[in-house]
């Protein structure tokens, strides 16, 4: 198989469900989403506990890479199932998996990515890393701490402020153009664009 048909895996981190979709929690799945509108495609639920979108990732007609969206449909501490399944029926090492993930330990709408490294708590990452190693790339989107004593498990599970919600889709967006530029040109380029 040539290196330019092997698809990337690109697993938004979320929640399921209505009522968590404007949850801090769930900013990889609003990434996810927007790539999803780029490609101009629908999500489709597939037997990994996931939903999927394929395509390729650039303007119609580039023959940009071929990547596989996907939302995990477990809970977030359990998305290292259905990232393992679909890192298995698409035949994709991790190494061309990116993860994106909300991020507590940097302020809101900071980007950075890597690859590799630990979990900072993240029950999502635990997961995925307890299923296929460390070794994959993360696009971490910043939420910051939680004000004063509230607990971290119920500032994650909040919808974004309205204050941060004027910035969201910008962020977001920001995002989503990190994960292609990741894609496109390597983690050394991306992060010098965007490690901000």
């Given at each position: 198989?040539r ?24 900013v ?23 939903m ?19 939302k995990?449909?477990?809970f ?21 998996l ?10 809101y709408?900071t ?9 900072n708590g ?27 004593r ?25 995002a ?15 992060q010098?664009?965007f490690?901000?």
């Amino acid at each position: 198989m040539r290196v330019d048909v092997e698809p990337w895996l690109i697993a938004g981190l979320g929640n399921p469900g209505p009522q968590y979709a404007a949850n801090r929690h769930n900013v990889g799945f609003m990434v996810a989403d927007l790539l999803g509108q780029r490609i101009g495609g629908t999500f489709k639920s597939h037997k990994s506990r996931a939903m999927v979108l394929e395509g390729r990732l650039g303007a119609p007609g580039t023959g940009g890479p071929r990547v596989v969206l996907a939302k995990p449909m477990t809970f977030m501490n359990l998305s290292g199932g259905p990232v393992t399944a679909l890192s298995t029926f698409y035949r994709v090492p991790p190494e061309r998996l990116v993860v994106v993930h909300d991020e507590l330990d940097i302020g809101y709408g900071t980007l950075r990515l890597k690859r590799g490294g630990g979990d900072n708590g993240h029950n999502g990452l635990k997961s995925v890393t307890a299923s296929l190693g460390r070794d994959y790339h993360r696009v971490r989107f910043g939420i910051g701490r939680p004000p004063g004593r509230m607990d971290v498990a119920a500032f994650v599970l909040k919808d974004f402020t309205p204050a941060e919600r004027k910035e969201l889709d910008y962020f977001v967006d920001r995002a989503a153009d990190a994960v292609e530029a990741l894609v496109r040109d390597g983690l050394e380029r991306a992060q010098s664009a965007f490690n901000s």
